[in-house]
């Protein structure tokens, strides 16, 4: 069998860093395949999933590899306190592009438009799979599976489909572009097949994404607020459509 280190250095250029354990075990629910995993602490990560995650306590006891702190920090940019890491292959472009495009849908495609911060694109994947989101696609120069975005996202990019695309490309469905001259969100019913729109905090939406969406749509806020962090933003519109099937 391939020793494990010479696995991830062979895979590391071009697989998916799961920095940490809850990335690791939301990648094993949601399908990834995980070539290597390592621990500073074999017994306290099963512990662990013993305590929180039963159901991949057992292809964690397979997959584990326990190596010495300083291994382990060599390993990856920035060590996570439970001293877990793995690599995943990550999911086909095709794969995903079918899944955003296919039709009709049960529930939105979130779009995140020209996003600069690596963490807040993180958890708004992280709330999308949440609310069970087709997908989170974004636009511009930030890749949603920078190992930033990744662990800020919690593993979570495996329960949904995540890619960037220009504006051009967006998937099909009805475009809701939040705005805040935009008219009051709380009047409209966002339908399953909706694409929702969010500009970055500091800029808005882009020219490009302004001209293509078919409403503008506004979050409530008191006067002289200036805006809300963008995960809020989708938190606050994913969760006013979800409350059309409650």
């Given at each position: 069998?391939?020793?494990?280190?010479?696995?991830?250095?062979?895979r590391a250029g071009d697989a998916v860093l799961l920095d940490g354990?809850?990335?690791?075990?939301?990648?094993?629910?949601?399908g990834a395949e995980v070539p290597v995993?390592?621990?500073t602490d074999r017994e306290a990560t099963l512990a662990l999933a013993?305590?929180?995650a039963?159901?991949?306590?057992?292809p964690l006891d397979a997959l584990l590899t326990e190596v010495p702190q300083a291994v382990y920090a060599s390993l990856v940019p920035r060590p996570h306190p439970t001293g877990v890491a793995a690599l995943a292959v990550r999911p086909s472009r095709e794969a995903n592009l079918k899944a955003l495009a296919h039709l009709p849908r049960t529930a939105p495609v979130v779009v995140l438009d020209e996003p600069r911060n690596l963490g807040n694109a993180g958890a708004v994947i992280r709330l999308a799979a949440g609310f069970g989101a087709t997908g989170v696609v974004t636009t511009g120069t930030l890749d949603p599976w920078h190992p930033t975005v990744?662990?800020?996202?919690?593993?979570?990019?495996?329960a949904t489909a995540v890619e960037?695309?220009?504006?051009?490309e967006l998937p099909a469905g009805p475009l809701f572009a939040l705005d805040p001259e935009g008219e009051d969100i709380r009047r409209v019913e966002l339908p399953d097949d909706a694409v929702l729109a969010f500009g970055s905090e500091r800029s808005g939406l882009s020219a490009p994404l302004r001209a293509r969406a078919?409403?503008?749509l506004a979050l409530p806020m008191r006067p002289q607020v200036s805006s809300y962090n963008l995960a809020t933003s989708v938190a606050m519109t994913l969760y006013h459509w979800s409350l059309r099937a409650a």
């Open positions: 069998m391939t020793d494990p280190l010479n696995r991830w250095r062979e354990f809850h990335a690791l075990k939301h990648a094993l629910r949601f995993a390592v621990t013993g305590e929180l039963g159901d991949v306590r057992d990744v662990r800020g996202g919690a593993g979570l990019h495996f960037r695309l220009g504006v051009e078919d409403r503008l």
